[in-house]
C-alpha cells in the first residue's frame, strides 16, 4: 500500500529557509511524479490549496509554479525514494501545512493526486 | 490564467439529501482534466474525481462527476455521515498549472 511520510514540523524565523522530505514507500519510486500543495491555516470553507512544483523521477527533473520559481528547489534521492523541498527567503505569508502528493502519472506533476502525506506544518515567525 | 471558482460557498444538507457542487473555469479546460477532492477536518485531501468524470480507486458510486469545457459538477447521490466535508476541483491540464478551486464545504443542516 502507497505512503507517503513527510518530516515533522518546523518553527522558522522569516528570511530563512525551510527544507521538507516526503518518502515514498509501497509502490515503484519511478512510475508517478511526486509534487508539493500547500494550505495555509484558516477557517471554513476552505483554505486554498496551492501547487508549488513537483518532481519527475522517471526523468529527474523538476518543475515549479512560476510565482514559486527561484524560490522553491524540488530534488530527490531516487535510492531513498524521498523528495525534498526546499523553500527559500521565508515570510509569514509561507506559515502552511505543506502536503506532498503522488500524481497518478508518471511525468503529470500537476495532478491529479491519488495519495498525499499528512502533511507537515512550517511556522515563519519572528 | 485559469481562475476555477466553485459554488455555493457552504451548502447545508441532511443525511441522505443529493448533494450538486459546481465549478467553474474562466477559460475551457483541456482535455477536461479536472479533479475533485474531499478534505475531512484534520485530514489531506482525498482524489474523488479525475477526467471530470472518472470515479478514484475505492471511491463509492454516490460519487459522481460531470461536465466538459468550462462548466463542471460533481454529484453526491445520497450524502452519508461521511461526507460532510469541504470539497475543491483542480484543474491539472491548463495554466497556471496545478489550480484549485476554494472550496465548497457540505456540512450537515
Known amino acids: 500500500q502507497v505512503q507517503l511520510e513527510q518530516s515533522g514540523a518546523e518553527v522558522k524565523k522569516p528570511g530563512s529557509s525551510v527544507k521538507v522530505s516526503c518518502k515514498a514507500s509501497?509502490?515503484?519510486?519511478?512510475?508517478?511524479?511526486i509534487s508539493w500543495v500547500r494550505q495555509a491555516p484558516g477557517q471554513a470553507p476552505g483554505q486554498g490549496l496551492e501547487?508549488?512544483?513537483?518532481?519527475?523521477?522517471?526523468?529527474?527533473?523538476?518543475n515549479y509554479e512560476q510565482r514559486f520559481q527561484g524560490r522553491v528547489s524540488i530534488t530527490a534521492d531516487e535510492s531513498t525514494s524521498t523528495v525534498y523541498m526546499e523553500l527559500s527567503s521565508l515570510r509569514s505569508e509561507d506559515t502552511a501545512l505543506y502536503y506532498c502528493?503522488?500524481?497518478?502519472?508518471?511525468?503529470?506533476?500537476?495532478?491529479?493526486?491519488?495519495?498525499w502525506g499528512r502533511g507537515t506544518l512550517v511556522t515563519v515567525s519572528s | 490564467e485559469i481562475v476555477l471558482t466553485q459554488s455555493p460557498g457552504t451548502l447545508s444538507l441532511s443525511p441522505g439529501e443529493r448533494a450538486t457542487l459546481s465549478c467553474r473555469a474562466t477559460?475551457?479546460?483541456?482535455?477536461?482534466?479536472l479533479a475533485w477532492y474531499q478534505q475531512r477536518a484534520g485530514q489531506a485531501p482525498r482524489l474523488l474525481i479525475y477526467?471530470?468524470?472518472n470515479r478514484a480507486t475505492g471511491i463509492p458510486d454516490r460519487f459522481s462527476g460531470s461536465g466538459s469545457g468550462t462548466d463542471f459538477t460533481l454529484t453526491i447521490s445520497r450524502l452519508e455521515p461521511e461526507d460532510f466535508a469541504v470539497y475543491y476541483c483542480?484543474?491539472?491540464?491548463?495554466?497556471?498549472?496545478?489550480?484549485f478551486g476554494q472550496g465548497t464545504k457540505v456540512d450537515i443542516k
Open positions: 502528493a503522488r500524481s497518478l502519472y508518471r511525468v503529470a506533476v500537476t495532478g491529479p493526486f491519488d495519495h
Open positions: 509501497g509502490g515503484n519510486f519511478n512510475n508517478n511524479a
Open positions: 501547487w508549488l512544483g513537483g518532481f519527475i523521477p522517471l526523468l529527474g527533473t523538476a
Open positions: 477559460q475551457s479546460i483541456t482535455a477536461n482534466s
Open positions: 477526467g471530470a468524470s
Open positions: 483542480q484543474q491539472y491540464g491548463g495554466s497556471p498549472p496545478g489550480t
